[in-house]
């Protein structure tokens, strides 16, 4: 199984929207609604922020949201906040009870 | 509330085998969820080693070869062993539980990490 595909690098101001891509094949994120997304700052453990293509765990904020559309999965931040740089990861059932993640994108607040 | 702890040598000599433990508190293993490693080289992103799930153990297809990982319901704990260990194999190594989702066919499969351990950093060198 391969990596699933994310930019390196985005960003954006303070009160904008930034929208990271993850993409796979049919074999995971097309095949399945089981893809999550991950924040992990600096030193950090990482922390779920949004499972089953776009449910929010309790406590994640609603600025956080996720969609899918084919192979292609997305992660929004809406209303970016100074706490949000960190590194995002993808992660999608790919079958036969395997995980695989993405290469992560770092998020950077201009 | 469930917490994860791994435990282990963070020194590894390259071809010797690496051994750590990620002990649970707050809910049985036996009990259900999946409980798996997760490693992270430095600078590098998160990539899926294994999990358990009650008695079955999914292993990601590029460590099979090399990894074993094994319960220990009486100390609520599980086990990861991967042999023959390169520099490759430097990375924080985390511990986690993982949740599950019932198929039509009645078996469990892994969705979402929803609890991480601290992590534990081994250098193999």
């Known amino acids: 199984q391969s990596a699933l595909t994310q930019p390196p690098s985005a960003s954006g101001s303070p009160g904008q929207s930034v929208t990271i891509s993850c993409t796979g094949t049919?074999?995971?994120?097309?095949?399945?609604?089981?893809v999550s997304w991950y924040q992990q700052h600096p030193g950090k453990a990482p922390k779920l922020m949004i499972f089953e293509v776009s449910k929010r765990p309790s406590g994640v904020p609603d600025r956080f949201s996720g969609s899918k559309s084919g192979n292609a999965a997305s992660l929004t931040v809406s209303g970016l906040q100074a706490e949000d740089e960190a590194d995002y990861y993808c992660?999608?059932?790919?079958?036969?009870?395997?995980?695989?993640f993405g290469g992560g994108t770092k998020v950077t607040v201009l | 509330q469930v917490q994860l702890q791994e435990s282990g040598p963070g020194l590894v000599k390259p071809s010797e085998t690496l051994s750590l433990t990620c002990s649970v508190s707050?809910?049985?293993?036996?009990?259900?969820?999946?409980w798996g490693w997760i490693r992270q080289p430095p600078g590098k992103g998160l990539e899926w080693m294994g999990t358990i799930h009650i008695t079955e153990t999914f292993y990601n297809p590029s460590l099979k070869s090399r990894i074993t990982m094994s319960p220990d319901t009486s100390k609520n704990q599980f086990s990861l062993k991967l042999s023959s260990v390169t520099a490759s194999d430097t990375a924080m190594y985390y511990c986690?539980?993982?949740?599950?989702?019932?198929?039509?066919?009645?078996?469990?499969?892994?969705?979402?990490?929803?609890?991480w351990g601290l992590g534990t950093m081994v250098t193999v060198s």
């Open positions: 986690a539980r993982i949740n599950g989702w019932q198929g039509f066919d009645g078996r469990w499969h892994q969705d979402a990490v929803d609890i």
């Open positions: 049919s074999s995971d994120v097309g095949g399945y609604n089981y």
């Open positions: 992660c999608s059932y790919a079958g036969s009870n395997n995980l695989v």
């Open positions: 707050g809910y049985p293993i036996s009990s259900g969820y999946f």
